[in-house]
Nanobody
Framework: QMRLVESGGGSVQPGGSLTLSCAVS????????MAWFRQAPGKEREGVAA???????SYADSVRGRFTISKDNAKATLNLQMKSLKTEDTAIYYC??????????????????WGKGIQVTISS
């Protein structure tokens, strides 16, 4: 059973930066697709970025060029570097994973494992 624990959330001003991390444990399989999702108040959860077992990233249009997803296999962590943050980036951010070598897009229905989420607030 994979366990995911997010950290690094908080509050920053518009234009600022923040890096989220997700500690991964309990998985012993061959490949895993990992991703970040977010849910803003009053909105449905949406995919933000994903990275497959080979390290190939994919991004939602709303964050492409501002967010960078990466993983450190040695430390078993998934990271999301966020720059040029906007008020509309305010949301609870979730780390997610599926036991699959390649990612099936940013579709939450494929994700098997979820973290509890962490709050990110962009406000002046």
């Amino acid at each position: 059973q994979m366990r995911l624990v997010e950290s690094g959330g908080g509050s920053v001003q518009p234009g600022g930066s923040l890096t989220l991390s997700c500690a991964v444990s309990g998985y012993t399989g061959f490949g895993v697709c990992m991703a970040w999702f977010r849910q803003a108040p009053g909105k449905e959860r949406e995919g933000v970025a994903a990275i497959d077992s080979g390290g190939t990233p994919s991004y939602a249009d709303s964050v492409r060029g501002r967010f960078t997803i990466s993983k450190d296999n040695a430390k078993a962590t998934l990271n999301l570097q966020m720059k040029s943050l906007k008020t509309e980036d305010t949301a609870i951010y979730y780390c997610a994973a599926e036991a699959r070598y390649n990612c099936m897009g940013l579709d939450e229905s494929y994700m098997e494992y979820w973290g509890k989420g962490i709050q990110v607030t962009i406000s002046s």
